[in-house]
Structure formats: structure tokens, C-alpha cells
């Protein structure tokens, strides 16, 4: 297996514009997390998917987030527009179910620079 | 706000020696807990998860549970150079919210 693939892995983009990151998980996982990862504030969860869908979403900071799932093979979490801040690494993550045991598998993660 | 709290390193300790990483957290009634290890630049992994009081041994990996106290420690015998990475501790509140802290970085001296 491939484990979880997100693309791209490094983006610069400048303040305002659009940025779309994109998330394969792993196949026959119903658990999806997209997580952003910054030095001061560590690992944050931004939003879970169960089967496709979106249970929680009350970790995305704002109105210029959103994210989807449109089938079991693919996430996207786009910002819209983008600022300085959103500069950080964003992890997209999957698993079997959620909780317990079971692992969740993170992907490379995307590192994003808004300048 | 849950709270899961570390202390951010850089814990240096020399080659064989034993590594001691501990964790607090505030939500008394969390049950799960894991440790991540992330390499720099790499995405995290899971290495140890625990659930009960007590001691929990894989290994080289030792991790340890007192609910009363709210804390969780990750213990590396014999660490080696490769060992050097953070520590994620991440405590599981609810059914699928994973509250991780910010890491501890450990350096593992030749």
C-alpha cells in the first residue's frame, strides 16, 4: 500500500491568493483528519470525515477554510484567500475507524508558505 | 480547552542511556493515550499507545499511565543516535479527537 498521499508537498503562494492541498487516503479507511502544524501552537486537528463526512469541523480557524470529500479516495482543504498566517505544515491523516486502537497513518504533509 | 502539555527539549541523553519523556493533560476523563515519533521534516508515526494504569513495555519503549496523577511518560532504554526526534503525546478526547502537545525534542548523544 501507498499509504496516505498529499499533494503537493511544498507550496508558496503569495497573501490572497487561492491554495488548494489535496489528500488521498489510505483504501478502506472511513477516518479521515486533516491536521496544520505550526511551532508554537504543535499539531491541531482542522476537521474529521467519517465516511465521507464532515463530523467535525470545529477546529477550522475560519471562514477561509473549508474542506470536502467528495468519495472515499480523495480530500481537498482549500484556503480562500490565503494570509501569512496559514504558513505551517498541513497533515492529512486516516485511519480504519476512529479512536482506540486504531492507528492513524499521516501522510507526508504539505509545507505551505504564504508570503 | 483540553489541554495536553510537554515539555519542549531539547532533552539530550547519551548513548545507552535511559530517555524519560513525560506528559501531562487535563481532561480527567480522557482514556487513551498515545506517543508519536516524528523525524524533522518527516510526518508523525505512532509508537506506543496505552490505555490502563501501569506500565506498558514494547521493546525498547516503555510507556507509563497514572490517571489519578493525569500524566503519561514514554521511557527509551538503551537510546541510540537514531532515537533523536520529537515525542508527540497525544490523549484521545471523546471518539475520534486526538488533542496532541507540542512535542518534546529528544537528542541522543554519540
Known amino acids: 500500500d501507498a499509504g496516505v498521499i498529499q499533494s503537493p508537498r511544498h507550496e508558496v503562494t503569495e497573501m490572497g491568493q487561492e491554495v488548494t492541498l489535496r489528500c488521498k487516503p489510505i483504501?478502506?479507511?472511513?477516518?479521515l483528519f486533516w491536521y496544520r502544524q505550526t511551532m508554537m501552537r504543535g499539531l491541531e486537528l482542522l476537521i474529521y470525515?467519517?465516511?465521507?463526512?464532515?463530523?467535525?469541523d470545529s477546529g477550522m480557524p475560519e471562514d477561509r477554510f473549508s474542506a470536502k470529500m467528495p468519495n472515499a479516495s480523495f480530500s481537498t482543504l482549500k484556503i480562500q484567500p490565503s494570509e501569512p498566517r496559514d504558513s505551517a505544515v498541513y497533515f492529512c491523516?486516516?485511519?480504519?475507524?476512529?479512536?482506540?486502537?486504531?492507528?492513524?497513518?499521516f501522510g507526508p504533509g504539505t509545507r505551505l508558505t504564504v508570503t | 480547552q483540553k489541554e495536553v502539555e510537554q515539555n519542549s527539549g531539547p532533552l539530550s541523553v547519551p548513548e545507552g542511556a535511559i530517555a524519560s519523556l513525560n506528559c501531562t493533560y487535563s481532561?480527567?476523563?480522557?482514556?487513551?493515550f498515545f506517543w508519536y515519533r516524528q523525524y524533522s521534516g518527516k510526518s508523525p508515526e505512532l509508537i506506543m499507545f496505552?490505555?490502563?494504569?501501569g506500565d506498558k513495555e514494547d521493546g525498547r519503549f516503555t510507556a507509563q499511565l497514572n490517571k489519578a496523577s493525569q500524566y503519561v511518560s514514554l521511557l527509551i532504554r538503551d537510546s541510540q543516535p537514531s532515537d533523536s526526534a520529537t515525542y508527540l503525546c497525544?490523549?484521545?478526547?471523546?471518539?475520534?479527537?486526538?488533542?496532541f502537545g507540542t512535542g518534546t525534542r529528544l537528542k541522543v548523544l554519540a
Open positions: 491523516a486516516s485511519s480504519l475507524v476512529a479512536g482506540g486502537p486504531n492507528e492513524q497513518y
Open positions: 483504501s478502506g479507511h472511513n477516518s
Open positions: 470525515f467519517n465516511n465521507n463526512v464532515p463530523i467535525d
Open positions: 481532561d480527567r476523563g480522557s482514556q487513551s
Open positions: 496505552i490505555y490502563s494504569n
Open positions: 497525544a490523549v484521545l478526547s471523546g471518539t475520534y479527537k486526538y488533542i
